[in-house]
């Protein structure tokens, strides 16, 4: 039986490259950079070595990507107490593999904390928007006496992430940057064997406590984790450091390592940008349960406890519902007849998961490519928030040829590594959970009810009068920060200016007098929607008495209910009570928020810029004075 350790090692999740050296050849001769960007980042989705790695890190180079191209620059600052040079390829061809370019600055060599206090260092001058720190453990636990008692431990412990602390907000003080911090390898040696978990001083039990104090921090701080200790745990710390490396070159990762150490951390850069998938897609016969349902028959289907493959089965439907409870949306895609795939789910008894689970559920004879793109419609969210699992590899290269933007898990033969593979795929990292997140699949499970109820309405209008809205809102609150801070960073559709904040930034925001922040929450006669809408003004630096509408984002599932008309309402109100005349605002075309192009113009605003070229920016002006409130189905129950 195949293990999974190599698999993932190698991310077999990703397909193995048919013609690597064809492919960047062609990338290097295409004579644009947006078109050299694209080929590159078609590649990259691939299963590449270290090797490969480097080479397509040096085709990429250092390009500039053009506006509205759908690749972002990220700047990623990497302070360390060992090499980590050889790891910037792997971080910049995984970032690639997110449609991001990562721009990254290596600080000197275990002087980060001179590197942060000089403000006259090349990382000063870098001015990163991440600082990712990557040190190692031998500072913290060094001149600890093997005898030493637990409470000399912690004490020891807790000066070094007292320092972290320090370096944290230095890093935040300094640049406004989202501090990630690595965790602690233990590439100790075993010094009483078993024994070593009972002993406070041991180095191993040491590491152990360094991290889960460290942890502890990093969650108080708002500081992310890149978790490279439970990766070194599930891999064998062999895989992850060399003894005959560190003495050398002082590298902590080795080479080997590099292709998932670079992915984790894309991972993370990509979820804090909210460039997470948000849905899980299944198929059905042979990957929720084995054998075909049309053919075999409800008591042919293998699944349930007494068989390796029952089991397995049951395995993945059981992790799919706790992606489901922590917020990801589950939808089924499947080549047959809907009576009959429905009936498993509520006649099986073995089944787990149930019709309900599934905000969409498209199971017909139709190309998967297509109601992929129906599912993506129906949810309203973009093809790039799908992971597509299927068992059958056909259909997952017809998918991935059709819609490169969804990301298709090469699954391993064996089921019984389908969640290993999925989950090593790291598909849906998040940097927080909400209790909004908590909500959400139940939350689109009841968008299909609004649907119904859009389906037998006469009109729109008969629609959001049944639908019975109200809208609670408010300025932004410390309660409020962390979905404040995901929303404004996932969300790319309705997002005119696609300014990204950390929780630091929408604190100070939300405290700053001069700002007006509001956060909108929308109920109706199916539930409650969440906080789905943020709306950030501030002072315009040249009209005291103008308003620059700064940020404005809405999450995807209440588009098309007037909100956006409600909450210009509110907005005006607000500002007129300081006494402001005008509201300028700016849209900045980008290739997800095509949606919204004719926002401004529908809520009044005139062009203030003709001339603006055709990627934009382009700007707009509303004057408060002229401005009468759009009448809407929506009723307030906050102030």
Request: aromatic fraction near 8%; hydrophobic fraction near 45%.
């Amino acid at each position: 039986m195949q293990s999974d350790m190599p698999r993932r090692l190698t991310m077999g999740w990703l397909p193995a490259p048919s013609d690597f050296r064809g492919h960047l050849r062609a990338a290097l001769e295409t004579p644009t950079v947006a078109e050299r960007l694209e080929k590159l980042a078609f590649l990259a989705q691939h299963r590449l070595g270290f090797l490969e790695t480097i080479q397509l890190d040096r085709a990429l180079g250092q390009p500039d990507p053009e506006p509205g191209s759908g690749f972002s620059i990220v700047r990623l600052a990497i302070l360390a107490s060992s090499t980590v040079d050889h790891l910037v390829p792997a971080i910049r061809v995984a970032g690639l593999r997110r449609r991001l370019v990562v721009d990254v600055h290596i600080g000197t060599y275990g002087q980060h904390r001179q590197d942060l206090l000089d403000p006259a260092s090349p990382l000063h001058k870098f001015s990163p928007q991440m600082v990712l720190f990557s040190l190692t453990a031998r500072e913290a636990i060094a001149g600890v006496p093997v005898t030493a008692k637990m409470a000399e431990v912690d004490e020891a412990i807790e000066r070094s992430v007292d320092e972290l602390r320090f370096l944290w907000k230095k890093a935040r003080e300094t640049f406004k940057a989202t501090v990630i911090q690595q965790t602690f390898l233990d590439i100790t040696d075993p010094l009483f064997g078993s024994h070593d978990r009972l002993v406070a001083a041991a180095p191993s039990r040491m590491v152990a406590r360094l991290n889960d104090l460290m942890s502890e921090a990093a969650a108080s701080e708002g500081v992310l984790l890149l978790d490279v200790a439970r990766a070194s745990e599930g891999d064998g710390i062999g895989a992850w450091f060399d003894a005959g490396r560190w003495m050398q070159a002082k590298m902590e990762i080795a080479p080997p390592a590099a292709p998932l150490y670079g992915d984790l951390v894309a991972r993370i850069v990509a979820a804090q940008r909210g460039m997470s998938k948000k849905c899980l897609v299944l198929d059905l016969d042979n990957t929720l349960w084995s054998g075909v349902i049309g053919d075999d028959g409800l008591e042919g289907i293998v699944l349930g406890e007494g068989s390796a493959a029952g089991e397995a089965h049951l395995a993945l439907q059981r992790y799919a519902l706790q992606l489901k409870a922590r917020g990801v949306i589950l939808a089924v895609c499947s080549k047959n007849d809907t009576t009959i795939a429905e009936a498993v789910f509520r006649d099986h008894p073995e089944m787990l998961l149930r019709r309900a689970d599934f905000a969409a559920f498209v199971a017909n004879w139709e190309d998967k490519a297509a109601n992929l793109k129906t599912i993506a419609g129906r949810l309203n969210i973009g093809l790039d928030s799908l992971v597509f699992v299927d068992d059958n590899p056909v259909e997952r290269a017809r998918v991935r040829e059709s819609l490169p933007m969804v990301a298709v898990p090469e699954l391993p033969e064996d089921v019984a590594y389908y969640v290993g593979c999925l989950a090593n795929a790291g598909y849906f990292e998040t940097v927080s959970f909400t209790p909004d997140d908590q909500l959400r699949a139940e939350q689109y499970a009841a968008n299909t009810e609004r649907e119904a109820l859009l389906g037998s309405s006469e009109s729109v209008d008969d629609f959001l009068r049944g639908l019975r809205m109200s809208v609670v809102f408010g300025p932004v609150k410390a309660v409020d920060l962390s979905r404040v801070t995901q929303l404004i960073n996932k969300t790319n559709q309705f997002n005119p200016t696609t300014r990204r904040y950390t929780t630091e930034e929408v604190e100070a925001i939300a405290a700053a007098p001069e700002m007006i922040s509001l956060q909108f929450r929308l109920l109706d006669r199916f539930g409650d929607n969440g906080l789905i809408s943020i709306l950030i003004l501030r002072p315009d630096p040249e009209q005291a008495d103008v308003l620059q509408i700064d940020t404005w984002v809405m999450s995807c599932r209440v588009f098309g209910r007037e909100l956006e008309f409600e909450a210009m309402n509110i907005a005006v109100e607000a500002a007129r009570r300081r006494g402001v005349r005008a509201f300028r605002a700016n849209y900045i075309p980008t290739k997800k928020n095509a949606v919204i192009r004719d926002l401004y113009p529908r809520l009044g605003f005139s062009r203030a810029n003709a001339e603006a070229p055709a990627d934009g920016p382009i700007q707009w002006h509303l004057n408060l004075t002229e401005y009468v409130g759009r009448k809407t189905h929506i009723d307030r129950l906050g102030k």
